[in-house]
């Protein structure tokens, strides 16, 4: 029995949730289809780009949420003082740019990985501290002006390869990556079992500090790749640019249906989850509703989904 | 001695906290030369105000265990609300703000008590929704609030340093106290908090209980966003996360765990105060706004300190180790 299997529920006892899934889904198809210029190249390629950012993010914060870990509220602060790094290091060469970014994200939050995989601190207090030193440190250096590039080595990242951005690519690439560690590797296999049952996976023997550091680290590295793209997208960092990437990266998360609660999940499906929530924003985009109706919508898909994925999991265990 | 203090931070972290920042404000005419005015009082008791129903609001909810981050929705839709439905009667106003919040409280309540579910993920889920109905009320944009008869009112100085919001503030939280402290909901809450199969089992009418707890929640969020709007003439429909942030910072300085089963709405009132009056130092003494948050990370970083199992049981180690060398 491992982990991998909980996420499979037997077939038998889907009927109602199955529906409740199945129904919503089919209606949101229907609407697509039947919306002018959905059914086009072009919104294919704006539904996927529109994902990219903060899809890139999610993919880490699965990893964090399957290790049990729940969530990290830094992810905006983090974001943004890697693209100041970025920005401020363009000099160097773009691939030592994007090398220093990384690991500055990486170290970031493979720290607080480390206080919460080590010391067992609660992940919310202990990432909202970490908001708060990141941003006031932020505020700190840059003097609260924006960062701006010395030179624009940076363009690259803003090209369009086959007509897809380049962020779709590097999405595609982190979800797959994340998905083979999580089936194939020894990490991937214990971070399911340390998110199962962190006691139980203490007493087994288990690297319960070392797997939870892993996927804090991998979290750090996906929320750095997001800067990155956010710091060439805009050509230069406030510190406001990390924006709402907190939130929007755990809702996608959540419509993936990976459970808050650790232990099951998978990337693929957070891939599907920002994908959703990109194609429900831009059927109400192109039907002409506002964005306060879109980001309505977005919360009551993910308290759908939260709760489907709620009544699917406690049905399976009875 | 010093373990004894550790072992019950729900009431030693408040003391301290808001004794420490009282010294503090006390000292802030060392920094900057100029003696402390009645008026930077007031200051501070409004900087409470603003924050003060919100964290108790989420307090509430961490001492029965759960996190309500549905909160700032809440507040920002409350602050709509009053703008938009009270421009003639602003007590309508606050009452259609009441109204909705407690409709948002009582099916997220119902939600996450029937069904048992976790209750982050289910008020993430609300409070993006909160989110978009106030910016589809708004248009996104800001409302003014034409009623300046109201916006004098909430903030009018009352004997030099309070005023009608703060007052209110206040009132709520003795009111929360005393509630807490002379009946036996106080006891249940901690203990739904702290064991929730063995509270259940003791006769502990926990879904209920859940339940009164999320929608006394978006009562009092809702009102602090009315007020709040009533004093800036003007409601937001995005708030941002910094004042959720803020009022759960004030309920872990007031002794609050996010694991719930501890903590007292009079340690949420210290914990409120002491944010307030941080802030109005740093304004104070002008020292530049970045000093605010890495103060709060500070306190934090204490309160991840202390709150860590696996920390305390590593110095406990060290200081085997120590005594044994």
């Known amino acids: 029995m491992t982990a991998a299997d909980s996420t499979r529920p037997a077939p038998l006892r889907l009927g109602v949730s199955t529906v409740g899934l199945a129904v919503p889904l089919l209606v949101l198809g229907a609407v697509a289809m039947t919306t002018h210029r959905f059914l086009s190249l072009d919104n294919a390629r704006a539904i996927l780009a529109s994902s990219a950012f903060v899809g890139i993010t999610a993919i880490g914060a699965t990893l964090v949420m399957i290790a049990g870990s729940g969530v990290s509220l830094a992810a905006s602060q983090t974001a943004t003082v890697v693209a100041m790094f970025f920005l401020a290091t363009q000099q160097l060469g773009l691939a030592a740019a994007v090398l220093i970014a990384l690991a500055a994200g990486a170290t970031l939050t493979a720290l607080q990985g480390a206080i919460v995989g080590y010391w067992h601190a609660n992940p919310i207090v202990l990432s909202i501290a970490a908001g708060f030193a990141i941003g006031g440190a932020t505020t700190w250096f840059s003097g609260g002006t924006p960062v701006y590039p010395r030179t624009r080595a940076f363009d690259v990242l803003n090209g369009t390869p086959f007509g897809l951005p380049l962020a779709v690519y590097v999405l595609l690439a982190v979800t797959l990556l994340a998905e083979l560690t999580l089936r194939r590797t020894t990490a991937g296999r214990q971070m399911y079992l340390v998110g199962e049952n962190r006691a139980a996976a203490r007493a087994a023997g288990l690297p319960v500090g070392r797997v939870t550091v892993i996927a804090w680290a991998c979290f750090g590295v996906c929320i750095a790749l997001t800067g990155v793209f956010l710091a060439s997208f805009t050509t230069s960092a406030t510190v406001t640019l990390g924006g709402t990437l907190t939130l929007d990266a755990i809702a996608a998360v959540l419509v993936g249906g990976t459970a808050i609660t650790g232990g099951r999940g998978s990337a693929l499906r957070t891939l599907g989850g920002a994908v959703l929530i990109s194609v429900i924003s831009d059927v109400l985009l192109l039907r002409g509703f506002s964005t306060g109706i879109q980001i309505l919508v977005k919360g009551i898909l993910v308290l759908a989904v939260v709760v489907t994925v709620h009544l699917r999991t406690t049905r399976g265990r009875q | ?325």
């Open chain 2, 1 to 325: 001695m010093m373990r004894r203090w550790v072992a019950r931070p729900e009431a030693v972290m408040p003391l301290v906290s808001i004794l420490v920042v009282l010294g503090a404000f006390g000292c802030s005419p060392l920094l900057n030369g100029k003696p402390l005015q009645v008026f930077d009082v007031y200051n501070a008791l409004q900087g409470f105000a603003q924050l003060g129903l919100l964290a108790l609001a989420i307090g509430l909810t961490m001492i029965a265990g759960e996190f309500d981050l549905s909160v700032v929705g809440t507040y920002a839709l409350g602050g709509m609300l009053a703008v938009q439905l009270g421009a003639k009667s602003p007590v309508l106003g606050v009452l259609a703000a009441l109204g909705a919040g407690a409709a948002v409280g009582l099916v997220q309540g119902a939600l996450i008590a029937r069904l048992r579910i976790a209750s982050m993920p289910v008020t993430l889920a609300t409070y993006i929704a909160l989110l978009g109905l106030t910016y589809a009320m708004s248009g996104g944009l800001s409302k003014s609030y034409p009623n300046s008869a109201a916006t004098l009112w909430v903030d009018q100085s009352l004997g030099g340093v309070f005023s009608p919001r703060s007052l209110l503030t206040l009132t709520a939280f003795l009111i929360a106290a005393a509630v807490l402290g002379f009946t036996k909901l106080g006891r249940e809450l901690r203990a739904i908090g702290s064991d929730r199969r063995a509270s259940r089992v003791a006769g502990v009418r926990v879904d209920r209980r859940l339940i009164a707890v999320f929608t006394i929640s978006g009562v009092l969020a809702a009102l602090g966003g009315a007020l709040l709007s009533y004093s800036y003439a003007s409601a937001n429909p995005d708030p941002g996360l910094q004042p959720l942030i803020l009022a759960a910072v004030a309920a872990l300085l007031g002794g609050v765990s996010l694991a719930g089963g501890r903590g007292a709405p009079l340690g949420v009132l210290a914990g409120a105060l002491s944010v307030a009056v941080l802030a109005q130092i740093v304004a104070v003494t002008a020292l530049p706004d970045f000093t605010t948050q890495l103060l709060y990370a500070a306190l934090l970083a204490v309160i991840v300190a202390i709150e860590s199992p696996g920390l305390r049981a590593s110095l406990d180690r060290l200081r085997a180790r120590h005594a044994d060398g």
